[in-house]
């Protein structure tokens, strides 16, 4: 399926986000459907709303569209799906690929979300001193992540159950 415009409070284009995301959004009150696309619902048990095309924002966000998303632990979960860059199960913790006792710092490039077993594992080394290896490359965030990141966390991969598609 298409993806959903979402605008800013002010109107302005921000990014595109998938309709499963748009929806979310528009059922926690954060935005509201500027456009729907004609005929198509999205259908849950207690609630039937329009599959949106356009969504716009409630709140005005600020996008630091020359500057960097800031480093945060939840956004270095966010960013990874909440799954570990070891194994691949659900991650809790943030794991620095260099120590900090050795040097590493807490930035995007540096940090991927850990499960804490594979995090305790590691412990103060890096991934070849632990013979573990990583399944993702950690990367930064462009702008318009930064902003799903300030909109809190969801799961890309699992939409709400509650949430279907009509048939
Ligand atoms: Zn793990």
């Not at 969504?55 to 909440?82: E, K, T």
């Not at 794991?95 to 710092?105: C, F, I, N």
């Not at 950690?138 to 930064?146: K, Q, Y």
Request: proline residues 10%; hydrophobic residues 40%; aromatic residues 6%.
């Amino acid at each position: 399926m298409r993806q959903t415009l979402v605008l800013n409070a002010s109107f302005e284009p921000l990014a595109a986000v998938s309709p499963h995301r748009a929806v979310v959004l528009v059922l926690q009150n954060k935005a509201v459907v500027e456009q729907a696309r004609p005929g198509l619902r999205w259908r849950a048990a207690a609630v039937e709303v329009p599959v949106p095309q356009v969504i716009r924002l409630r709140r005005y966000v600020r996008v630091p569209f020359r500057q960097r998303a800031p480093w945060s632990r939840r956004g270095v979960l966010v960013r990874d799906g909440h799954r570990c860059a070891y194994c691949g199960r659900r991650a809790t913790t943030v794991d620095h690929v260099v120590p900090r006792s050795h040097g590493g710092g807490d930035t995007w490039l540096n940090t991927v979300a850990a499960c804490a077993e594979d995090n305790h594992r590691k412990a103060d080394r890096t991934p070849e001193q632990a013979g573990m290896r990583l399944l993702t490359r950690p990367f930064e965030p462009t702008p318009s992540d930064a902003l799903l990141l300030a909109l809190g966390p969801y799961d890309r991969k699992r939409p709400p159950a509650w949430l279907s598609v009509p048939a």
